[in-house]
């Protein structure tokens, strides 16, 4: 089981052996991007998907005309955690309909440091399934790991299903970057916006592609949540340096991923 204390912070597995998994599995199954884009790239995502992602977070995306990656943990449709509430049935089904990507966060939200590899692919399929009865999508593109971590056997089940899987550690994702466990930002936090920015300069300079996240969307920073400003300075000051904002699906697919 994974450690999460009182107020839902993520313990990674602090062992030796946890340690050296983190960092022999960045080097093992990897897929390289394919193409420099000559006009960055980003992407907003939204991880766990709060309700406050779907009815504050995608207003302000959906007003500046782009769309953001949803990644949602059926399992958690409706319950009350750490975060409030998270999005409902639904919620998933408007976010879809107005052109988001709805992406994977597994079913139960696991803990994909550890578990087995069939413990995994099993997720991974209730997650699919649920999602497809529901309405909201018959196909799943992309994936991001659960608390960031990644086990052997979790990022070969996702190689074989999601043209991008994503972790949590900082980067660009430029040519030679592993779209099988693809860094991001996070602009959580009182100092989630700074770091963002800082980011996106490196992005425009290098004509990358950037992928920035947060849980949740609130009026006010927290640890789970950019605040709404924040997130609206930031889709603006993206285009107007001549960002093109897009999803994760339609990132992968112009960095050379394969379906």
Not at 171 to 182: F, K, T, V, Y
Not at 207 to 236: H, M, N, Q
Request: hydrophobic share 40%; net charge negative; proline share 5%.
């Amino acid at each position: 089981m994974p450690d999460v204390n009182a107020i839902g912070v993520y313990r990674a597995d602090p062992s030796l052996k946890g340690k050296l998994r983190r960092r022999v599995v960045r080097l093992i199954e990897r897929r390289p991007a394919e193409s420099r884009q000559r006009r960055p790239l980003v992407t907003f995502a939204f991880d766990d998907t709060p309700a406050s992602a779907v009815r504050l977070g995608a207003p302000i995306l959906e007003e500046r005309g782009v769309r953001g990656s949803y990644y949602f943990c059926a399992g958690l449709a409706g319950e009350i955690g750490h975060m409030g509430e998270y999005a409902t049935r639904e919620d998933m089904q408007r976010v879809a309909a107005a052109g988001h990507e709805v992406g994977c966060h597994t079913y139960s939200h696991l803990d994909c440091g550890q578990a087995s590899g069939v413990t995994v692919a099993d997720d991974l399929e209730l997650n699919a399934a649920l999602l497809s009865d529901w309405g909201v999508c018959d196909r799943l593109e992309t994936f991001a790991y659960p608390y960031g971590d990644v086990g052997f056997e979790a990022k070969h089940e996702a190689a074989q299903r999601f043209s991008l899987s994503r972790a949590l550690h900082h980067g660009l994702i430029e040519r030679g970057a592993d779209l099988n466990q693809a860094p991001a930002v996070g602009i959580e936090g009182d100092g989630g916006e700074a770091v963002a920015a800082t980011w996106l300069k490196r992005a425009l300079a290098r004509s990358a592609w950037l992928i920035l996240y947060t849980p949740g969307v609130e009026p006010r920073p927290t640890p789970f949540g950019a605040a709404a400003d924040a997130l609206k300075r930031l889709v603006d000051d993206a285009l107007a340096m001549g960002f093109e904002v897009v999803t994760a699906a339609e990132g992968a697919r112009r960095m050379g991923a394969g379906a």
